[in-house]
Protein backbone atom coordinates (compact mmCIF):
# COMPACT_ATOMS: atom_id res chain seq x y z
CA UNK A 1 0.00 0.00 0.00
CA UNK A 2 1.72 2.88 -1.18
CA UNK A 3 1.00 6.86 0.23
CA UNK A 4 1.84 10.65 -0.95
CA UNK A 5 3.19 11.77 2.29
CA UNK A 6 2.78 15.68 2.50
CA UNK A 7 6.47 16.47 2.74
CA UNK A 8 7.56 14.83 0.25
CA UNK A 9 6.75 14.14 -3.49
CA UNK A 10 8.09 10.32 -3.67
CA UNK A 11 6.04 7.33 -2.62
CA UNK A 12 5.72 5.85 0.99
CA UNK A 13 4.92 1.97 1.12
CA UNK A 14 2.95 0.71 4.32
CA UNK A 15 4.95 -2.26 5.98
CA UNK A 16 5.08 -4.31 8.62
CA UNK A 17 8.34 -4.63 10.56
CA UNK A 18 9.02 -6.33 13.79
CA UNK A 19 11.97 -4.88 14.85
CA UNK A 20 12.42 -1.41 16.46
CA UNK A 21 12.40 1.64 13.44
CA UNK A 22 13.93 5.13 13.90
CA UNK A 23 11.23 7.98 13.01
CA UNK A 24 13.51 10.06 10.85
CA UNK A 25 10.56 12.72 11.75
CA UNK A 26 9.76 12.92 15.40
CA UNK A 27 12.68 10.91 16.27
CA UNK A 28 10.71 8.19 18.61
CA UNK A 29 11.26 4.45 18.80
CA UNK A 30 8.71 2.34 16.63
CA UNK A 31 7.68 -1.33 15.39
CA UNK A 32 4.53 -2.61 14.17
CA UNK A 33 3.48 -0.22 10.88
CA UNK A 34 5.30 1.88 9.29
CA UNK A 35 5.93 3.81 6.03
CA UNK A 36 9.22 3.65 4.26
CA UNK A 37 10.22 5.38 1.03
CA UNK A 38 13.02 3.64 -1.37
CA UNK A 39 13.47 7.05 -2.63
CA UNK A 40 17.16 8.19 -4.15
CA UNK A 41 17.52 10.38 -1.62
CA UNK A 42 16.48 8.24 1.48
CA UNK A 43 16.44 11.65 3.81
CA UNK A 44 13.15 10.61 5.45
CA UNK A 45 13.46 6.58 5.06
CA UNK A 46 11.41 5.50 7.87
CA UNK A 47 8.25 7.65 9.16
CA UNK A 48 5.51 6.41 11.66
CA UNK A 49 2.23 6.25 11.58
CA UNK A 50 1.91 9.31 14.01
CA UNK A 51 3.74 11.78 11.64
CA UNK A 52 2.29 10.02 8.32
CA UNK A 53 -1.27 10.97 9.58
CA UNK A 54 -0.43 14.72 10.01
CA UNK A 55 -1.15 16.64 6.61
CA UNK A 56 -0.70 20.15 5.38
CA UNK A 57 -2.01 22.78 6.61
CA UNK A 58 -1.76 21.19 10.20
CA UNK A 59 -4.59 22.88 12.42
CA UNK A 60 -3.49 22.00 15.82
CA UNK A 61 -5.56 22.69 18.97
CA UNK A 62 -2.63 24.23 20.39
CA UNK A 63 -2.41 26.76 18.22
CA UNK A 64 -4.34 29.65 16.45
CA UNK A 65 -3.11 29.46 12.44
CA UNK A 66 -2.16 26.54 10.30
CA UNK A 67 1.14 25.22 10.17
CA UNK A 68 3.44 24.29 7.50
CA UNK A 69 6.43 22.10 6.91
CA UNK A 70 9.37 23.46 6.84
CA UNK A 71 13.01 22.46 6.39
CA UNK A 72 15.30 24.12 8.38
CA UNK A 73 19.07 24.16 9.45
CA UNK A 74 18.18 25.64 13.09
CA UNK A 75 14.56 26.29 14.19
CA UNK A 76 13.29 26.29 17.83
CA UNK A 77 10.68 24.81 18.45
CA UNK A 78 7.72 26.49 20.68
CA UNK A 79 6.82 23.63 22.32
CA UNK A 80 10.07 22.11 23.84
CA UNK A 81 12.06 25.23 23.50
CA UNK A 82 15.07 22.99 21.88
CA UNK A 83 16.62 24.32 18.59
CA UNK A 84 16.28 21.33 16.07
CA UNK A 85 18.69 21.20 12.59
CA UNK A 86 16.08 19.13 10.56
CA UNK A 87 12.28 19.41 9.89
CA UNK A 88 9.85 21.89 11.70
CA UNK A 89 5.66 22.78 11.36
CA UNK A 90 5.98 26.53 11.13
CA UNK A 91 3.24 29.31 11.21
CA UNK A 92 3.38 31.64 8.27
CA UNK A 93 1.38 34.17 10.18
CA UNK A 94 3.58 34.82 13.71
CA UNK A 95 6.49 33.24 15.18
CA UNK A 96 5.60 29.72 15.92
CA UNK A 97 6.64 26.78 14.82
CA UNK A 98 6.37 23.01 16.34
CA UNK A 99 8.86 19.69 15.76
CA UNK A 100 7.27 16.49 14.84
CA UNK A 101 7.58 15.88 17.83
CA UNK A 102 5.84 17.95 19.76
CA UNK A 103 3.00 18.17 16.92
CA UNK A 104 2.45 14.17 17.50
CA UNK A 105 1.91 14.42 21.08
CA UNK A 106 -1.51 13.27 22.94
CA UNK A 107 -3.85 16.08 24.16
CA UNK A 108 -4.55 13.82 26.84
CA UNK A 109 -3.52 11.10 28.74
CA UNK A 110 -3.69 8.27 31.54
CA UNK A 111 -0.90 8.25 34.49
CA UNK A 112 -0.12 6.56 37.81
CA UNK A 113 0.08 10.30 39.49
CA UNK A 114 -3.50 10.76 39.04
CA UNK A 115 -6.56 9.28 38.99
CA UNK A 116 -8.21 11.95 36.22
CA UNK A 117 -7.15 12.63 32.67
CA UNK A 118 -3.50 14.85 32.60
CA UNK A 119 -4.03 17.08 29.39
CA UNK A 120 -1.70 19.15 27.42
CA UNK A 121 -0.77 22.28 28.44
CA UNK A 122 0.55 24.56 26.02
CA UNK A 123 2.41 26.89 28.80
CA UNK A 124 2.63 30.51 29.55
CA UNK A 125 3.95 32.64 31.58
CA UNK A 126 3.22 31.47 35.39
CA UNK A 127 2.62 33.48 38.35
CA UNK A 128 3.68 30.67 40.52
CA UNK A 129 6.31 27.74 40.51
CA UNK A 130 4.92 24.35 39.63
CA UNK A 131 6.88 21.51 40.03
CA UNK A 132 6.98 17.48 38.26
CA UNK A 133 5.42 15.47 40.56
CA UNK A 134 7.60 12.41 39.10
CA UNK A 135 11.13 13.67 39.11
CA UNK A 136 10.41 16.87 41.50
CA UNK A 137 12.08 19.13 39.61
CA UNK A 138 10.47 22.77 38.80
CA UNK A 139 8.75 22.86 35.84
CA UNK A 140 9.25 25.81 33.34
CA UNK A 141 5.76 27.20 32.16
CA UNK A 142 6.48 28.13 29.25
CA UNK A 143 7.13 24.60 28.00
CA UNK A 144 4.55 22.24 27.19
CA UNK A 145 3.98 20.01 29.71
CA UNK A 146 0.86 17.69 31.11
CA UNK A 147 -1.29 18.58 34.24
CA UNK A 148 -4.85 18.19 35.85
CA UNK A 149 -5.13 21.33 37.99
CA UNK A 150 -7.75 20.40 39.73
CA UNK A 151 -5.66 17.82 41.86
CA UNK A 152 -2.50 20.04 41.36
CA UNK A 153 -0.28 17.51 39.35
CA UNK A 154 1.85 18.19 36.67
CA UNK A 155 4.13 16.69 34.43
CA UNK A 156 6.98 16.83 32.34
CA UNK A 157 6.18 15.66 28.93
CA UNK A 158 9.09 13.34 28.94
CA UNK A 159 8.15 12.37 32.25
CA UNK A 160 5.07 12.05 31.69
CA UNK A 161 6.05 9.73 28.35
CA UNK A 162 9.33 8.74 28.15
CA UNK A 163 10.92 7.52 24.99
CA UNK A 164 9.09 4.05 24.18
CA UNK A 165 5.80 5.20 24.74
CA UNK A 166 5.26 4.02 21.25
CA UNK A 167 6.26 0.32 21.85
CA UNK A 168 3.82 -2.11 22.95
CA UNK A 169 4.84 -3.59 26.33
CA UNK A 170 4.95 -6.99 26.67
CA UNK A 171 7.00 -7.58 23.30
CA UNK A 172 10.82 -8.74 22.51
CA UNK A 173 13.25 -7.15 20.99
CA UNK A 174 16.96 -7.75 20.15
CA UNK A 175 18.96 -4.71 21.02
CA UNK A 176 22.58 -5.26 20.23
CA UNK A 177 22.97 -9.00 21.27
CA UNK A 178 20.38 -8.64 24.42
CA UNK A 179 16.67 -9.90 24.01
CA UNK A 180 15.02 -6.98 25.94
CA UNK A 181 11.33 -7.00 26.79
CA UNK A 182 9.23 -3.70 26.60
CA UNK A 183 7.61 -3.42 30.44
CA UNK A 184 5.30 -1.23 32.21
CA UNK A 185 7.31 0.84 34.98
CA UNK A 186 4.09 0.57 37.16
CA UNK A 187 5.51 -1.63 40.38
CA UNK A 188 5.91 0.41 43.65
CA UNK A 189 9.77 -0.35 43.64
CA UNK A 190 11.31 1.55 40.54
CA UNK A 191 13.74 -1.10 38.99
CA UNK A 192 17.66 0.32 38.34
CA UNK A 193 18.96 1.86 35.07
CA UNK A 194 21.94 0.34 34.39
CA UNK A 195 22.10 3.04 31.11
CA UNK A 196 21.82 6.06 33.60
CA UNK A 197 22.85 4.83 36.56
CA UNK A 198 19.71 5.60 38.74
CA UNK A 199 16.22 4.53 40.15
CA UNK A 200 13.94 4.64 36.50
CA UNK A 201 11.47 7.05 36.38
CA UNK A 202 9.63 6.36 32.91
CA UNK A 203 6.58 4.94 32.12
CA UNK A 204 7.58 2.12 29.59
CA UNK A 205 11.20 0.33 30.25
CA UNK A 206 13.28 -2.31 28.69
CA UNK A 207 14.04 -5.13 31.00
CA UNK A 208 16.85 -6.95 29.91
CA UNK A 209 15.98 -11.10 29.83
CA UNK A 210 18.95 -12.41 30.74
CA UNK A 211 19.15 -10.64 34.33
CA UNK A 212 16.46 -10.57 37.28
CA UNK A 213 15.70 -6.95 37.37
Same mark, same amino acid.
Given at each position: ?14 ? !?? /? ?9 ? #?????? !? ?6 ? &? ?11 ? +?? #? ?8 ? !??? &? ?8 ? /?????? !? ?36 ? /? ?6 ? *??? +???? *? ?25 ? #? ?8 ? &?? &? ?34
Amino acid at each position: MEKRLFFDPAPYTLR !YD /KTIIYCNLCEM #LNYGFT !YTSQGISM &EYQYVDLHCASLS +EP #LVHNRHLHPL !YFL &ETNDHYCDAC /KRTRAD !YMLDCDTCNFSLCFYCATLPEEIRHMSDEHPLTLYCGG /KGNGKIWC *DVC +EVEL *DPSKWFFACFDCEVALHVQRALGDFSR #LLPGKLNTIG &ER &ECQVVLNNLYTRPFCSHCRSRCKAPVIFKDNGKDN
